[in-house]
T-cell receptor
Framework: KAGVTQTPRYLIKTRGQQVTLSCSPI?????VSWYQQTPGQGLQFLFE???????NKGNFPGRFSGRQFSNSRSEMNVSTLELGDSALYLC??????????????FGEGSWLTVV | AQSVTQLDSHVSVSEGTPVLLRCNYS??????LFWYVQHPNKGLQLLLK??????LVKGINGFEAEFKKSETSFHLTKPSAHMSDAAEYFC???????????FGTGTRLQVFP
């Protein structure tokens, strides 16, 4: 079965622009989470969506937003890009339950460079 | 609040020698703990997970980890390192209230021939 798929894999944007990243979870998974990975801050949780509703949110400014569609696919959007937004953005999916059902599987990420 | 501390930022071993990557956790309850590996320019791959079923957890690629409550540790081991094990390893705890993952700072494993 296909894993978590993220598109695009690489992109370059200019400061002030906005960007949309897409994530298709593993079939049957209803929870999609987004993480930002940078050399300085490590891996940080952005938000989680479950059945089209944001269930958890990390400590990121409102420029970072997301949504989930009825087929569980998710998008995240970053508006008014700043140089510090350059990062690897990782999407992860899970069944959405707790314990063993909560095993989270990651995609390969979208590399965003802001110039 | 839960947290994990990876005690070494870098570990270097020779191929064929044992690997030990250390992780201590902090949690009020019996935690869900994971080890993930990230190869260069790749996403994260689950190596193994602990969810209180057994204290010794076997994962993929010959890795295993032992949950020791008395020491609040969840160290990752492998008897014999392979060149392909060179990667970044993350110890992770699942937040008991939100289920979100809390990552350690990572340990970069180098394997020399």
């Amino acid at each position: 079965k296909a894993g978590v798929t993220q598109t695009p894999r690489y992109l370059i944007k200019t400061r002030g622009q906005q960007v949309t990243l897409s994530c298709s979870p593993i079939s049957g998974h209803r929870s999609v989470s987004w993480y930002q990975q940078t050399p300085g801050q490590g891996l940080q949780f952005l938000f989680e969506y479950f059945s089209e509703t944001q269930r958890n949110k990390g400590n990121f400014p409102g420029r970072f937003s997301g949504r989930q569609f009825s087929n569980s696919r998710s998008e995240m959007n970053v508006s008014t890009l700043e140089l510090g937004d350059s990062a690897l953005y990782l999407c992860a999916s899970s069944l959405g339950g707790s314990g063993l059902a909560n095993t989270i599987y990651f995609g390969e990420g979208s590399w965003l460079t802001v110039v | 609040a839960q947290s994990v501390t990876q005690l070494d930022s870098h570990v270097s071993v020779s191929e064929g020698t044992p690997v030990l990557l250390r992780c201590n956790y902090s949690s009020s309850y019996s935690p869900s703990l994971f080890w993930y590996v990230q190869h260069p320019n790749k996403g994260l791959q689950l190596l193994l997970k602990y969810t209180s079923a057994a204290t010794l957890v076997k994962g993929i690629n010959g890795f295993e980890a032992e949950f020791k409550k008395s020491e609040t540790s969840f160290h990752l081991t492998k008897p014999s390192a392979h060149m392909s094990d060179a990667a970044e390893y993350f110890c992770v705890v699942s937040d008991e209230d939100t289920d979100k993952l809390i990552f350690g700072t990572g340990t970069r494993l180098q394997v020399f021939p």
